[in-house]
């Protein structure tokens, strides 16, 4: 496939939500709701749970795959409540050590009028400098799309997977298309210059690992392998290769 023809899959219907890879991985998830301050939001599906003998905070950005799934969870575009519930429970998880896997799937943060009234571009923020100096570790994967400050805000992680059929980027193809050229029909030649497949992102150091779609107990015994690795790092050191990691984007 070409880079636009990974990004269309990334979107195509059938595939695997947040909640199917949580039933797959996590057990005994207990979802909780709510930012403690305005509301609670469906695009955010986040609890708790066991991955093996590890207890972990789990936070899925869902789409769903039936229409009205995907109304019920606003197509995966999370208000500022839901990035401000994911929050609150990666706080939760700092506190009593456990942690944070986070799925996600989204083509952006909602954008509308009651989303900004509600703060989103502070929400938004306020995650990225939060998780930046989170005392617990972060792994997320990127499961499906992975656009804009929306994905940006559930990705500031110790470590970043990408399914082989994802992609990851700042903008979608479309949007850099009508920027640059005025011409969505251009999103093909946008998509190969944005370098957003897992391929690409990979060789630029920044993403860790490229999973294979359709991965179940293989998947679960990486990701437990993965989190111990990061429990057995001390905290200063956890949060100090953190901060190295982002630094390095770019050079």
């Given at each position: ?5 990974i ?5 195509g219907?059938?595939r695997?939500?947040?909640r199917?890879?949580i ?17 609670d ?5 986040s ?11 789990v ?21 500022p409540?839901?990035?401000?519930k994911?929050?609150r ?14 799925f ?7 954008c509308?009028?009651d989303a ?5 571009g502070?929400a ?12 617990t ?15 940006l805000?559930l990705s ?20 850099c ?8 029909k251009?999103?093909?030649e946008?998509?190969n ?17 490229i ?27 956890l ?13």
């Amino acid at each position: 496939m070409n880079d636009y023809e990974i990004v269309t899959a990334a979107r195509g219907d059938g595939r695997l939500c947040a909640r199917d890879y949580i039933d797959l991985v996590v057990k005994d998830f207990m979802e909780l709701h709510g930012d403690r301050l305005y509301g609670d939001d469906k695009a955010i599906v986040s609890g708790l749970g066991w991955i093996g003998d590890i207890p972990v905070t789990v936070i899925g950005v869902q789409k769903g795959k039936s229409l009205e799934e995907r109304v019920e969870h606003n197509f995966g575009s999370a208000h500022p409540e839901g990035y401000r519930k994911a929050l609150r429970l990666m706080k939760q998880a700092e506190k009593f050590r456990r942690p944070v896997l986070c799925f996600v799937d989204t083509a952006g943060a909602y954008c509308g009028i009651d989303a900004e009234e509600h703060g989103q571009g502070r929400a938004i923020a306020d995650n990225l400098a939060q998780m930046s100096d989170l005392k617990t570790p972060i792994l997320s994967i990127v499961i499906g799309e992975g656009g804009s400050g929306g994905a940006l805000a559930l990705s500031h992680a110790d470590r970043i997977w990408m399914m082989e059929d994802a992609y990851f980027s700042v903008v979608s193809p479309e949007s850099c298309a009508n920027i640059l050229w005025k011409d969505t029909k251009r999103a093909d030649e946008a998509a190969n210059a944005l370098a957003l497949t897992a391929g690409k992102l990979y060789k630029l150091g920044l993403i860790d690992r490229i999973c294979p779609s359709g991965q179940g107990k293989e998947l679960t015994m990486q990701i437990k392998t993965e989190l111990q690795e990061l429990l057995n790092t001390p905290v200063d050191e956890l949060v100090e290769a953190r901060y190295r990691k982002f630094r390095r984007v770019g050079y």
